[in-house]
């Protein structure tokens, strides 16, 4: 299996995942788009995840954390059944056995927390109420906090432009739905991106977007 990827935390990382290939797990009927990954299957990772219906992965230890966003199908495990939508925190420690019957796709990052973060998050953004946010035609969603680190859905309307700035820590976005951009090009649904600290770029969406948008968590 491949590791050492885009483990360069001081370069910046564009990727559309839509022309990406699927790389087969360990297990039957689970894929992964690897986005970024420290070792073969431990380690820091950020990934895509596909769950064929019916598969299953093995009961396994989290030692270092999973977080991880709905995108499509339906996640199982022990603790319940989570759609599209649902963003789910299991801390350092936790265990389970992941499955889906009917399938499913995540976005999924593991060995990202600090131990002390023992924060069980399930959040269904779908019903959740989203809040003003820091510019007009911008609204929010917050999803953890803790230290630097922030968590949170961005919901941009059509034509909308933020004014420049840098995240101190850096910053990661997927792009749920939509199209997100900025003066240094166009991101469709489905694009990872992760600057470093200190990148300064203006965002904007011409044809408005969700976005998730992780802060405050890059290594140095």
């Given at each position: 299996?491949?590791?050492n990827i885009?483990?360069?935390?001081?370069?910046?990382?564009?990727?559309d995942?839509?022309g990406?290939?699927?790389?087969?797990?360990?297990?039957?009927?689970?894929?992964?788009?690897?986005?970024?990954?420290?070792?073969?299957?431990s380690?820091?990772?950020t990934?895509?995840?596909?769950?064929?219906?019916?598969?299953?992965?093995s009961?396994?230890?989290?030692?270092?954390g999973?977080?991880?966003?709905v995108?499509?199908?339906?996640?199982?495990?022990?603790?319940?059944?989570?759609?599209?939508?649902?963003?789910?925190?299991?801390?350092?420690?936790s265990?389970?056995?992941?499955?889906?019957?009917?399938g499913?796709?995540?976005?999924?990052?593991?060995?990202q927390?600090?131990?002390?973060?023992?924060?069980s998050?399930?959040?269904?953004?779908?019903?959740?109420?989203?809040l003003?946010?820091p510019?007009?035609?911008?609204?929010?969603m917050?999803l953890h906090q803790r230290g630097?680190?922030?968590?949170?859905?961005?919901?941009?309307?059509?034509?909308?432009?933020?004014?420049?700035?840098?995240?101190?820590?850096?910053?990661?976005?997927?792009?749920?739905?939509?199209?997100?951009?900025?003066?240094?090009?166009?991101?469709?649904k489905g694009?990872?991106?992760r600057?470093?600290?200190?990148?300064?770029?203006?965002?904007?969406?011409?044809?408005?977007?969700?976005?998730?948008?992780?802060?405050?968590?890059i290594?140095r």
């Amino acid at each position: 299996m491949v590791s050492n990827i885009n483990m360069d935390f001081d370069r910046r990382v564009v990727i559309d995942t839509n022309g990406m290939e699927w790389v087969d797990s360990p297990l039957a009927g689970v894929q992964r788009q690897m986005l970024e990954r420290e070792g073969a299957e431990s380690g820091r990772a950020t990934s895509i995840v596909r769950y064929a219906t019916g598969s299953a992965f093995s009961p396994h230890v989290h030692s270092g954390g999973e977080e991880f966003f709905v995108l499509d199908g339906v996640f199982s495990d022990e603790s319940g059944d989570f759609g599209p939508g649902m963003y789910v925190r299991n801390p350092v420690g936790s265990k389970h056995r992941p499955h889906s019957v009917v399938g499913c796709t995540i976005f999924v990052k593991l060995w990202q927390m600090e131990p002390a973060d023992q924060a069980s998050v399930r959040i269904d953004t779908t019903k959740e109420r989203w809040l003003q946010g820091p510019a007009t035609g911008i609204t929010i969603m917050p999803l953890h906090q803790r230290g630097t680190e922030n968590i949170s859905l961005m919901k941009w309307q059509p034509g909308t432009k933020f004014q420049e700035y840098t995240r101190p820590g850096g910053e990661e976005i997927f792009v749920i739905d939509g199209a997100f951009e900025d003066e240094n090009g166009k991101y469709p649904k489905g694009t990872w991106i992760r600057n470093p600290t200190g990148f300064i770029h203006t965002p904007a969406s011409v044809k408005g977007c969700t976005i998730y948008v992780k802060s405050g968590h890059i290594p140095r």
